[in-house]
């Protein structure tokens, strides 16, 4: 008998497009021979060019998604991605402080690349104070880092110090993408650990549209596998860089 393969829950916004949020999630956890499940935080209005309208979920409807999916089976790893409200957020706090599940990352979407504010100032607060605290591994790139400790994060040595601040507010890990950075560069810190960089090369491409999301679903993917963290973060770099190249 064929072996089930790991369930990866992606609990993010609903992109029509499918560049990002959770039709985009479920993508690259098929890629990754994982099975996906899904909970939708927002839906929007919006096209690889841009996010025109955001409509939160719901709170008690995500909630009761999440308890159900629960029920079904086993979740090997999450990923987080937009969460719209302060609502949604603390609902989704609640239901990961009751179901103590292994390998979350969480990815701060808290705007989009065309400049709609996506996460409001209750939202926000519930992401630093109670789904920082929460999860395993924290994904915000130089401008999310930049806006959440008040540091600037234009280099890796700087990068390294807006990680050390997200530890003192509570992250275990956190990778600072610098992919518009010249040349891109990651950085890995986990709390006690040595510090670790990811050097990228940069691709000629106008489709990155949705590629932070792919790089935290593709970590969630390489924990539910049994990767180890630093191993995964090389992998899933390796699979944004090959999905830019042959993007469509």
């Known amino acids: 008998m064929q072996e089930a393969p790991p369930v990866v829950l992606t609990i993010a916004g609903f992109d029509p497009s499918s560049g990002a949020g959770v039709t985009a999630d479920i993508k690259t956890v098929a890629a990754h021979g994982c099975y996906a499940i899904s909970a939708i935080t ?97 994904t915000p790139n130089v401008d999310e880092a930049a806006a959440l400790t008040g540091m600037e994060a234009k280099n890796p040595a700087q990068m390294e110090a807006a990680a050390g601040r997200l530890h003192e507010m509570g992250a275990k890990a956190v990778i600072v993408t610098g992919g518009h950075l010249d040349p891109p560069v990651d950085v890995l810190s986990v709390k006690g650990e040595p510090v670790q960089t990811y050097a990228g090369e940069r691709v000629d491409s106008p489709n990155t549209h949705g590629t932070g999301c792919a790089f935290a679903t593709a970590i969630a993917c390489q924990l539910a596998l049994g990767k180890p963290l630093r191993m995964a973060v090389g992998l899933a770099k390796a699979y944004v860089s090959d999905a830019i190249k042959n993007s469509y």
């Open 42 to 138: 927002a839906f929007t209005v919006q096209s690889t060019g841009g996010v025109r309208r955001l409509v939160p979920t719901d709170p008690q409807v995500l909630g009761s998604t999440l308890d159900e999916l629960l029920l079904d089976g086993k979740v090997s790893a999450v990923h987080i991605g937009m969460l719209g409200s302060g609502k949604v957020a603390q609902r989704l706090a609640d239901f990961l402080q009751t179901a103590r599940l292994k390998n979350v990352v969480l990815d701060p979407v808290l705007r989009s690349s065309s400049g709609t504010e996506l996460l409001d100032k209750a939202g926000l607060e519930v992401l630093t104070e109670r789904l920082l605290l929460l999860s395993d591994v924290f």
